[in-house]
T-cell receptor
Framework: GQNIDQPTEMTATEGAIVQINCTYQ??????LFWYQQHAGEAPTFLSY??LDGLEEKGRFSSFLSRSKGYSYLLLKELQMKDSASYLC??????????WGAGTKLIIKP | IAGITQAPTSQILAAGRRMTLRCTQD?????MYWYRQDLGLGLRLIHY???????GKGEVPDGYSVSRANTDDFPLTLASAVPSQTSVYFC????????????FGPGTRLTVL
């Protein structure tokens, strides 16, 4: 079967750094997405990785290791508005997105 | 319209009733999707359409049907609603299928009693 694992919930302090991990086992791999979803809202795109390595975009970075079936999202200089769920999704061999259950990130002052 | 819209925003429905959730996009995207999101579970694909005139089944298609008569609209129909279909439904679209960013509508919160 196909499986995406993320921690259910994480807590971090405003101004700090947090790393949200995602491990996957899927039938094929054609890329990995990270989305942000605020409570009661729609998911919005953060990043896409298809090659190994780190992609940096402002305060957010995403890393991929295809050999390990592993990705992480790194959030720096945390702000209260970063309190949200972060969804990891893998594009499988049929070019369908397989979604993790999401990690709820709580930011404390 | 800018982006992707869904209607209604929320709905309470009696079991056994028929319901159509509407989705419209103005981005001229070829691919469209319907997901349901339940607490503790990831987004699950119900049906998708790679281009107007074609549709396909996702992970959880039973009890749902879709049509794609044109590029912009992708309605989802529950023929006879059951309580297990209580969920938040998101419509999404992308320029092409597969490894392209998906843009999501605001969602429809459906409660079946």
């Amino acid at each position: 079967g196909q499986n995406i694992d993320q921690p259910t919930e994480m807590t971090a302090t405003e101004g700090a750094i947090v790393q949200i991990n995602c491990t996957y086992q899927t039938s094929g791999f054609n890329g990995l997405f990270w989305y942000q979803q605020h409570a009661g809202e729609a998911p919005t795109f953060l990043s896409y990785n298809v090659l190994d390595g780190l992609e940096e975009k402002g305060r957010f970075s995403s890393f991929l290791s295809r050999s390990k079936g592993y990705s992480y999202l790194l959030l720096k200089e945390l702000q209260m508005k970063d309190s949200a769920s972060y969804l990891c999704a893998v594009v499988d061999s049929n070019y369908q997105l397989i979604w993790g259950a999401g990690t709820k990130l709580i930011i404390k002052p | 319209i800018a982006g992707i819209t869904q209607a209604p925003t929320s709905q309470i429905l009696a079991a056994g009733r028929r319901m159509t959730l509407r989705c419209t996009q103005d981005m001229r995207h070829n691919a469209m999707y319907w997901y349901r999101q339940d607490l503790g579970l990831g987004l699950r694909l119900i049906h998708y359409s790679n281009t107007a005139g074609t549709t396909g089944k996702g992970e959880v298609p039973d009890g749902y049907s879709v049509s794609r008569a044109n590029t912009d609209d992708f309605p989802l129909t529950l023929a006879s609603a059951v309580p297990s279909q209580t969920s938040v439904y998101f419509c999404a679209s992308s320029d092409e299928g597969g490894s392209n960013e998906q843009f999501f509508g605001p969602g429809t919160r459906l409660t079946v009693l």
